[in-house]
């Protein structure tokens, strides 16, 4: 989890949300991502086993749905990093995932779960924690935009697409060495 990181995204993604609204669609993003971040961690393995899935697909995805937001972060289009006309809101994706919960801490989690089964409510707990620090740093997002100004945003926001086009990129790579890994294991 990188709340810091994923600072300028977000500002810039809700810029477009009036006010009033910005607080409550975060909320629910972030309601949403510890949703998934449980699921995972408590029925992840059995999840992706059902839908017929690896954890390199969800590497792998995860990197390519980065990269695209990076690039509309780099190369900024009319109606934001999503496209989404002014006043329309973001829902699920890219916000609660996978920014807060990304393919890797979904990875991460149903690997502690698969590790250490024993010790599921701690690995509860840690979640529920890291959680809420993400969600306070978001929730106060708006003392940094008035820190930072518009201008500082914007300058941030092309330095995190950067940073995000590597992320990204190492992702895909990641899940690409995984399975063939795998494959060369089979």
Not at 87 to 103: K, N, R, T, Y
Not at 127 to 152: D, P
Not at 168 to 174: A, E, N, T
């Amino acid at each position: 989890m990188n709340p810091l990181g994923n600072l300028p995204i977000f500002l810039s993604v809700l810029r477009h949300v009036e006010q009033k609204r910005r607080r409550l669609v975060l909320m629910r993003e972030l309601l949403f991502a510890l949703a998934f971040m449980l699921l995972f961690l408590w029925l992840g393995a059995s999840l992706l086993s059902w839908l017929g899935l690896r954890q390199e697909s969800v590497s792998i995805a995860g990197g390519i749905i980065l990269f695209i937001i990076a690039l509309r972060l780099i190369f900024p289009q009319p109606g934001g990093v999503l496209g989404l006309p002014a006043g329309d809101e973001p829902f699920i994706v890219p916000l609660a995932i996978p920014l807060i919960s990304g393919p890797s801490l979904l990875a991460a989690l149903i690997l502690f779960a698969n590790q250490a089964p024993d010790r599921m409510l701690d690995w509860t707990a840690a979640s529920v924690i890291a959680w809420g620090i993400t969600a306070t740093v978001l929730m106060f997002s708006n003392v940094f935009l008035r820190a930072l100004g518009q201008r500082g945003l914007n300058a941030i926001e092309r330095l995190m697409g950067m940073i995000l086009v590597m992320i990204s990129v190492q992702m895909f790579l990641d899940g690409i060495m995984a399975y063939m890994e795998q494959a060369g294991q089979a």
